[in-house]
């Protein structure tokens, strides 16, 4: 997934194959740009990421809503860094929500129902023709934006507008009165956003055909962003077909030549599928031997897959969450300010763990008089350890 130097992006080219290789993963917000791309790509700029939405080539919203569990509207809290967000392909939007049920009868506040209708009407809105449209101040229409945004209804031309709606909402720009002085001119959050726009649902297909299709196309979704997929991976994505279907597609495309099919995860249950470039990979890492070389990925990150591949505890999907792998071996996590051992590793392999995750940094060199450690450790996982009592 383009986290390893060598393979790091660069430029808004490569933050369209960042893109394509991770859309359809409903991620947090603000961990997109922050935790997720920064990661992948070598000096990034949100920039990019504006330019290729403002060409109409990436799109942003949420592709798999909130289930309803009143008739009554509730009132919206606003976009926080939390909300479940995607990245995609404009073109793949289709089949990215081909599996997804639509709640079209869901309840809206009154306001954010004022807006969807005069999108219906009208097409794609700046927020100072909603404002005029709908008399009303600025306040009120950033909660009925951002209501409509966490329940993915809405989206914008540009990122920005996302971007606002947090900041906004985390105290970065403050709350607008409803009462300027007619002198003071000043700018206002949601109308530096572009143009605001219905998020387009297409649903589950009724053609057959159609089904099949973007059974497909998933299937090599998962492989692009994969490389190897089986079932227990579903559990990291929203929105995929079944798995019986994709086995289908999976079994086919073997029996064609186009992938392989193999053992190539142990401790992994049910068929496994991978591309022929990622055994290759796989044989050279093998042949290399451990690179002793750490990694420290967002728990929001698709690769958290503590408790997916590793006989741990799952680590929450969140932000603030951090694991500390070593040859994509997790050692050490951050959740809750703690810092927890997944396994038993000299004292100052803890305190150097322990430094990196305290500190925020991404990368750190293990050293080698560590390495056996490592090879020869039984997990540990104790979450209601502290971190002084971890490290000591």
Known sequence: QAIDPDTKRSGPNGLFDVISMLQGVDLSAGAWEKEVLSLRLKDYDPGWLDELCLTGEIGWGRLSPPKQTSDKPKRSTGVTRAAPISLFLRDDLPWLQAFIASSEEETLTQTAQAVLEILQIRGAVFASDLLHELQMFPGPLEDAISELVTRGRLTADGFSGLRQLIAERNGASGRHSQKTPKLLRARRTV???????????????????????????????????????FRDLLVRESGTPPWFELLQVYRKLEARGEIRGGRFVTGVAGEQFALQETVSKLRK???QGPGRELVVVSGADPLNLVGILTPHPRVPSIASNKIAY???????VLQGGEVIFTQYLSESLKASLYDVLKRGRRRATVPASDQSNVEEAEYLYEPESSPREAVS
């Open 191 to 229: 109308a530096g956003a572009g143009r605001w726009s219905k998020l387009a649902r297409f649903g589950v297909p009724a053609d057959v055909d159609a089904r099949r299709d973007a059974v497909e196309q998933w299937a090599w979704q998962l492989l692009r962003r994969w490389g190897i997929v």
């Open 285 to 287: 890492l093998r042949d």
């Open 326 to 332: 070593v040859d994509g071996v997790p050692l050490s």
